[in-house]
């Protein structure tokens, strides 16, 4: 059973960085494509990240330039580095995974065509 667990959410400062991991041990598939989501309270999921077998990348356009999403094949994890943080970004983040799929090009991605959910991590922007 694959269940990804996310790390490293917490309290930050506006304009400060955190570092999100989501380790996933068991982990089996060589094409997929990994996605960064958040949620706040009442709100859509919305997604902010994503990385494919290949190493592509692909941001939704409020993140480009603050936020990184990379990836640790040997360690099963994936990472998304967060800078200039603000209180927009306050909210739960998710990781999730398809799997026998690359990123469709960048496209934005769906909750629905996701296979695997990590439980959310709460991150919280505040002086």
């Known amino acids: 059973q694959i269940q990804p667990v996310e790390s490293g959410g917490g309290l930050v400062q506006p304009g400060g960085s955190l570092r999100l991991s989501c380790a996933a041990s068991?982990?089996?598939?060589?094409?997929?494509?990994l996605t960064w989501f958040r949620q706040g309270p009442g709100k859509e999921r919305e997604w902010v990240a994503s990385?494919?077998?290949?190493?592509?990348?692909s941001y939704t356009s409020s993140v480009k330039g603050r936020f990184t999403i990379s990836q640790d094949k040997a360690k099963n994890t994936l990472y998304l580095q967060m800078n200039s943080l603000s209180d927009e970004d306050s909210t739960m983040y998710y990781c999730?995974?398809?799997?026998?799929?690359?990123?469709?090009?960048?496209?934005?991605?769906?909750?629905?065509?996701?296979?695997?959910w990590g439980k959310g991590i709460l991150v919280t922007i505040s002086s």
């Open positions: 990385i494919d077998s290949d190493g592509k990348t």
């Open positions: 999730a995974a398809e799997v026998a799929t690359d990123c469709s090009g960048g496209a934005p991605r769906h909750e629905k065509g996701m296979a695997y």
């Open positions: 068991g982990w089996k598939y060589g094409l997929y494509c």
